[in-house]
């Protein structure tokens, strides 16, 4: 299994980023894929999931900002980050789980600045 992911970058505190993670090595339609990040300091959290039929679950601190989505042809998951806070800065992971082992993507850095 490998995840690729891209996006992130440097935004001010109210703007809008988009990251994406295009998955290979497993059955994509039917896993659960999610996002995760960790700020400097502190422990990994999970931002989002998204279930192969559609189904997703935000984190209390990011729900009606960001909005996890699916492209089961394309094999690729986003995350859709509006009105961006200082404090979602951290480093965000793409994740899933196959075969009862754990992946993760590359990290990709996310900076907000105010």
């Known amino acids: 299994v490998q995840l690729q992911a891209s996006g992130g970058g440097s935004v001010l505190a109210g703007g809008s980023l988009r990251l994406s993670c295009k998955a290979s090595?497993?059955?994509?339609?039917?896993?659960?894929m999610a996002w995760y990040r960790q700020a400097p300091g502190e422990q990994r959290e999970l931002v989002a999931d998204?279930?192969?039929?559609?189904?997703?679950t935000y984190s209390d601190s990011v729900g009606g900002r960001f909005t996890i989505s699916r492209d089961n042809v394309r094999r690729t998951v986003s995350l859709q980050m509006d009105n961006l806070k200082p404090e979602d800065t951290a480093v965000y992971y793409c994740?899933?789980?196959?075969?009862?082992?754990?992946?993760w993507g590359r990290g990709t850095l996310v900076t907000v600045s105010s």
């Open positions: 994740n899933t789980q196959n075969r009862g082992r754990t992946f």
């Open positions: 090595g497993l059955l994509f339609r039917d896993t659960t």
């Open positions: 998204i279930t192969g039929s559609g189904s997703t």
